[in-house]
């Protein structure tokens, strides 16, 4: 596509629940990256890839947050057990190489978590 | 829709003024430094970026400089207009590739 896309771009869930949050970068693009803006905050780092292995997964919260990206293409954020903490918007980019070029983001997932 | 910006820093300026927006980091080995515009419910916008090895870069309306002597980023947009109104971040990039955001700015511009 022309863009990061995420899917989907609204997810409402009971907590306790798991759920998967998809982001597709553009297409050729090595690097990309999770984050998680809260209302009236600004966007925190989650996890960052290089192709197909988490080069820095420092900022995820917990061990209820796990990231795959097994072809270096797509990604799927996962989170297990919801809380009503876990509501946010995620956001994902992507970028053409490791360091030193623009990153271009989606639109993000709004999750709920009720 | 998502509403960015309800406890961030907030600059208000008349249209046709210009705006300097300021970013202050912490890692000297960070060496890539990126601006990016936010509006309501929507992802971030690239507005322009800067290396370590540059103390200013233009854009079109947007001057960025850099002074890494005090580690420190500022966003100049020349005569701003109603349509500049959103938060401004800063995206810092570290020496492994990963871009960590910086405090963010709301910009409202009166009419």
């Known amino acids: 596509g022309a863009g990061v896309s995420q899917t989907p771009s609204n997810k409402v869930t009971e907590k306790g629940k798991y759920v998967e949050l998809r982001c597709d970068p553009i297409s050729g693009h090595t690097a990309l990256y999770w984050y998680r803006q809260s209302l009236g905050q600004g966007p925190e780092f989650l996890i960052y890839?290089?192709?197909?292995?988490?080069?820095?997964d420092s900022g995820l919260p917990n061990d209820r947050f796990f990231a795959v990206r097994p072809e270096g293409s797509v990604s799927t954020l996962k989170i297990q057990r919801t809380e009503r903490g876990d509501s946010a918007v995620y956001l994902c980019a992507s970028s053409s190489t490791s360091s030193g070029t623009e990153a271009f983001f989606g639109q993000g997932t709004r999750l709920t978590v009720v | 829709g998502e509403s960015v910006g309800l406890h961030l820093p907030t600059l208000s300026v008349q249209e046709g003024d210009n705006s300097i927006i300021n970013c202050a980091y912490s890692?000297?080995?960070?060496?890539?430094f990126i601006w990016y515009k936010q509006e309501s419910g929507k992802g971030p916008q690239f507005i322009i970026d800067i290396r370590s090895n540059m103390d200013k870069r233009q854009g079109q309306r947007v001057t960025v400089l850099l002074n890494k002597t005090v580690k420190h980023l500022s966003l100049q947009i020349a005569a701003t207009q109603p349509g500049d109104s959103a938060v401004y971040f800063c995206l810092i990039g570290g020496s492994q590739g990963n871009l960590i955001f910086g405090k963010g700015t709301k910009l409202s511009v009166k009419p």
């Open positions: 890839f290089q192709g197909t292995g988490a080069a820095d």
């Open positions: 890692n000297s080995a960070s060496d890539y």
